[in-house]
């Protein structure tokens, strides 16, 4: 691969990471958790060996399903920028952990789903990170622009922030927008239409570093411009045994988007291709 995102809950806090009276978030603790994780011979040979972006979700910068609450939220965040050189943090007069960049044509856009969640307000992202995001949008030069976060952007409960984009796709005719989540411990094609927007929601979600899932699910994003009508394709791999010593397989001949009713089996192992002219404003 030529880099590699991680799209959150890469490492897990637990109550031993933050204080008992406040729960506030202990800097050496998080620098304690990525150290352990970086000593694992696997993991360091993968980000050791590209160029490697991350975003977080709950576990990296609080308790489970931690919001904009979270106390010690600062020392996560300090933490995260000293254990991964992402392009930038935020902005000057927006803080968090989102940024963006360009590969080849296509952009990247990695938002922050935890420093300015609000169930209440029933946004992941609030409302400066959202005009930043309008302005990469507006400006992008990328054929494809891909959203990267830490949770399903069509999280129930949260549906105000997919609305808004929506809304802001249709008004501005952008192509080529597509969600890469994580969170879930699974690989999934999600596809949703919704009326804010001009052509149907789409997402990849691969949750790499997996708890509880035997499977081990990852996957290859594929992509090429250079087509008449461009593509990208997600190739999702799940493990084939238990074992620690496996092999992982992935069908290249099964769509997500066939399977019927749920079966994790083929969730974790199909490969789903949307084509530019599948992400473009009638």
Known sequence: PDFAIMAGDTVYLTQQDWTKDTREVIYDRVWYRNMKQRRDPHFRKVIGSM??????DDHEYG?????KNQPGKENSLKAF???WANPAYGTP????NFYDYYWGDVHFIVLDNRWYRDRGQQTQLGEDQKLWLYD???QSQGTFKVIVLGCDIMEAGYSRDVDDI??????????????????IHRNEFKQQDNDNWPYPV?????SGIARDNWMRPWSIIKVNTELVDPEITAYFYGADSKDLDTTWSNDVNLRCSSIEGVDRWKEARC??????SDLTPN
């Open 166 to 183: 929506g809304k802001f796709v249709s008004e501005k005719s952008v192509s080529g927008v597509i969600f890469n989540a994580g969170d």
């Open 81 to 83: 920028r000293d254990v």
């Open 136 to 138: 990469q949008l507006d």
């Open 202 to 206: 789409t997402q990849y979600t691969s």
């Open 51 to 56: 160029p490697t972006y991350a975003a977080w």
């Open 63 to 67: 308790s489970n399903n931690a919001e």
């Open 271 to 276: 490969t789903e291709t949307m084509r530019l």
């Open 93 to 96: 007069q927006v803080r968090g």
